[in-house]
């Protein structure tokens, strides 16, 4: 319900999009980063696009400039599928 809020969707809009994405600086991952967007800005979305472009790209491409964005981080205790992407040790403080 608080993404619905946030992305302004209603039930008949309620599929999302959910990217996670490995920031790296200097060659090592430093930011496990999650995004959300409606499915119905570009219904037709595949992994393989995605691995081909950025999705700003393809949004661009299709008409779509996004005029804004709400971030939101917290702290977390990474768990052991996080910690392992940015080659921590699980139970490692992040924010997310």
Do not use: W
Not at 13 to 36: C, G, Q
Not at 64 to 91: F, H, M
């Amino acid at each position: 319900p608080d993404l619905m809020k946030v992305l302004e969707l209603n039930s008949a809009d309620k599929s999302v999009y959910r990217f996670t994405r490995i920031r790296n600086v200097d060659d090592a991952p430093l930011i496990l980063e999650t995004s959300f967007y409606p499915q119905y800005i570009y219904p037709k979305l595949t992994r393989e696009l995605l691995r081909t472009h950025s999705f700003y790209s393809l949004l661009y491409e299709a008409g779509i400039a996004p005029a804004s964005a709400v971030d939101s981080y917290e702290a977390v205790i990474l768990g052991r599928e996080e910690a392992e992407i940015l080659k921590c040790r699980p139970g490692s403080c992040a924010f997310s």
